[in-house]
């Protein structure tokens, strides 16, 4: 595709309700990131993807966010039980690269998650 | 605990002026650099990429790096309104991770 998109791209929910976010890369890129990133702060990472394979996920920040990759294209990243504090803005972006996986990424345009 | 640090202004410069962003980061270790502008309620997108020390030039947009001082800079020249949003510093770190600063907010006054 043109570029990496999100969806949905606004999400209310209930406390304690789960969610799911979806992320579709930019076509061939190999490496896929999720971010999230509150208001007046810089995006914090929650995990990478090279492929189908979940190589870092040492930014999830517990065990209620989880995510997958499981054809190596299409993500998402599952939140159990929402809390308020979860409410942000959850980012993926992508890269064509394997080199660390970390050079230019190219961001989707974000779900905002508001959890009442 | 590795850290990326931006002045989170708001920096307010005069149209037509240069626009200088600093950034300064811990890890001495870092390899790559990168400077994202983020306009309000959108995503971030890749302004700038700078690899090693000196300038790096590509339109209006200086990148400047110095490893030795641990600090990356931006200057925009020929301010334009539409220049006016959120530039994030992103730096990728000897362990290959990403680390973004808060972001400082740019607005240029016609």
Same mark, same amino acid.
């Given at each position: 595709?043109?570029?990496?998109?999100?969806?949905?791209?606004?999400?209310?929910?209930?406390?304690?309700?789960?969610?799911?976010?979806?992320?579709?890369?930019?076509?061939?890129?190999?490496?896929?990131?999720?971010?999230?990133?509150? %208001?007046?702060?810089?995006?914090?990472? %929650?995990?990478?993807?090279?492929? $189908?394979?979940?190589?870092?996920?040492?930014? %999830?920040?517990?065990?209620?966010?989880?995510?997958?990759?499981?054809?190596?294209?299409?993500?998402? *990243?599952?939140?159990?039980?929402?809390?308020? $504090?979860?409410?942000?803005?959850?980012?993926?972006?992508?890269?064509?690269?394997?080199?660390?996986?970390?050079? $230019?990424?190219?961001?989707?345009?974000?779900?905002? *998650?508001?959890?009442? | 605990?590795?850290?990326?640090?931006?002045?989170?202004? /708001?920096?307010?410069? /005069?149209?037509?002026?240069?626009? #200088?962003?600093?950034?300064?980061?811990?890890?001495?270790?870092?390899?790559?650099?990168?400077?994202?502008?983020?306009?309000?309620?959108? #995503? /971030?997108?890749?302004?700038?990429?700078?690899?090693? !020390?000196?300038?790096?030039?590509?339109?209006?947009?200086?990148?400047?790096? !110095?490893?030795? #001082?641990?600090? +990356? #800079?931006?200057?925009?020249?020929?301010?334009?309104?539409?220049?006016?949003?959120?530039?994030?510093?992103? +730096?990728?770190?000897?362990?290959?991770?990403?680390?973004?600063?808060?972001?400082?907010?740019?607005?240029?006054? /016609?």
């Amino acid at each position: 595709g043109a570029g990496v998109s999100q969806s949905p791209r606004y999400k209310v929910a209930k406390r304690g309700q789960d969610v799911a976010l979806r992320c579709d890369p930019i076509s061939g890129h190999v490496s896929l990131f999720w971010y999230q990133q509150a %208001l007046g702060q810089g995006p914090e990472f %929650l995990t990478y993807f090279q492929n $189908e394979a979940q190589l870092d996920k040492s930014g %999830l920040p517990s065990d209620r966010f989880f995510a997958e990759r499981p054809e190596g294209s299409v993500s998402t *990243l599952k939140i159990q039980r929402t809390q308020q $504090e979860d409410s942000a803005v959850y980012l993926c972006a992508s890269s064509h690269t394997t080199t660390g996986g970390w050079n $230019e990424q190219f961001f989707g345009p974000g779900t905002r *998650l508001t959890v009442l | 605990q590795k850290e990326v640090e931006q002045n989170s202004g /708001p920096l307010s410069v /005069p149209e037509g002026a240069i626009a #200088s962003l600093n950034c300064t980061y811990s890890d001495r270790g870092s390899q790559s650099f990168f400077w994202y502008r983020q306009y309000s309620g959108k #995503s /971030p997108e890749l302004i700038m990429s700078i690899y090693s !020390n000196g300038d790096k030039e590509d339109g209006r947009f200086t990148a400047q790096l !110095n490893k030795a #001082s641990q600090y +990356v #800079s931006l200057l925009i020249r020929d301010s334009q309104p539409s220049d006016s949003a959120t530039y994030l510093c992103a +730096v990728r770190d000897s362990n290959y991770q990403l680390i973004w600063g808060a972001g400082t907010k740019l607005i240029i006054k /016609p």
